[in-house]
């Protein structure tokens, strides 16, 4: 018998008794990370935006979201905002433009109003606008100049991401979104999918709070994400797209949550 036949017996033999042969690698698997105490069913917000306060409306889940956080691990102090009510507020407050605003603005606005006590990293509003290669975050940061890159996207949602300490605004350049969860595939390493909420209902005369899936896409160098969606209202189908410009970051971890002299705001629960 040659030694070729031989091989085909011996390879034969190993699949039909389920043997794995040492040439075989591991199957890939894609994994998702959810922000804590969330998933598809549960812990979101979708709160609707006023004119044009998409970023308003995305300010007050992520704000919504950490509150619950925070009340689960310490004993909370401070005004705890209903995401209606601090929505509502940023499209009236004059501290903010009529045209349309920044999250970050937003998040900051609300931590020094509601928890002035705890400490920033960086003291002034913009310098929580960072860079890529800046790492040294505060609680709220902002990593701007992504422009569809997928390398630069894909490195600071998994640094952060996948922490679970973090929910997330996603922005293009005419819309932002609320970004929950995202989808890594571990043999490659990259963002297949995420999760988010949107500040415009499907339908506006019978408005329904979802999470929505997207898909990742490329074409040529642009990275961005893309789901079909069903206008009720006109009974037709289209396509929304994510191309993402900027990524920003409010997070829980411990050692940001503290004052100026290094104490911690918050006295954990017993």
């Known amino acids: 018998m040659g030694k070729m036949k031989k091989t085909s017996i ?16 591991a199957k890939a698997e894609k994994v998702q990370y959810w922000a804590k105490g969330v998933s598809e069913d549960a812990g979101w917000y979708n709160t609707f ?19 619950d956080r925070i009340k689960e691990t310490y004993i909370y102090t ?18 903010f433009n009529d045209g349309g605003d920044y999250v970050y603005k937003a998040l900051d606005w609300y931590l020094h ?40 996207f894909t490195d600071v949602l ?45 339908d506006r005369n019978n408005p329904k709070k979802e999470i ?18 069903y206008d009720e209202e006109n009974n037709s189908w289209g396509v929304q797209a994510i191309h993402p410009a900027e990524l920003t970051f409010f997070g829980i971890e411990g050692r940001f949550l503290v004052d100026a002299n290094g104490e911690p705001v918050f006295e954990q629960k017993p």
């Not at 011996?10 to 690698?25: E, M, Q, V």
């Not at 293009?172 to 500040?199: G, P």
């Not at 896409?217 to 893309?226: A, G, H, I, Q, S």
């Open 49 to 67: 935006q006023f004119t044009n306060g998409c970023w308003a409306a995305v300010s007050s889940n992520m704000i919504a979201w950490w509150q």
């Open 10 to 25: 011996i390879i034969a033999l190993a699949y039909a008794l389920g043997i794995i042969l040492p040439f075989s690698s």
């Open 212 to 229: 929505h899936a997207l898909d990742s896409k490329r074409y040529k160098d642009l990275f961005y994400f893309e789901r079909g969606i």
């Open 158 to 202: 998994l640094r952060y991401f996948t922490t679970g300490n973090y929910v997330a605004q996603i922005r293009d350049m005419n819309h932002a979104w609320t970004l929950w969860a995202i989808e890594v595939d571990t043999e490659t390493n990259t963002i297949t999918r995420i999760w988010v909420t949107d500040s415009v209902p499907n």
């Open 78 to 95: 401070g005004k705890c905002w209903d995401p209606e009510e601090v929505n509502r507020e940023f499209d009236r407050n004059t501290y």
């Open 113 to 152: 109003e509601t928890h002035p006590a705890i400490a920033y990293t960086r003291t002034n509003l913009y310098q929580s606008y960072l860079f890529e290669d800046d790492y040294d975050n505060p609680i709220i940061f902002t990593r701007g100049y992504i422009d569809s890159n997928e390398a630069i």
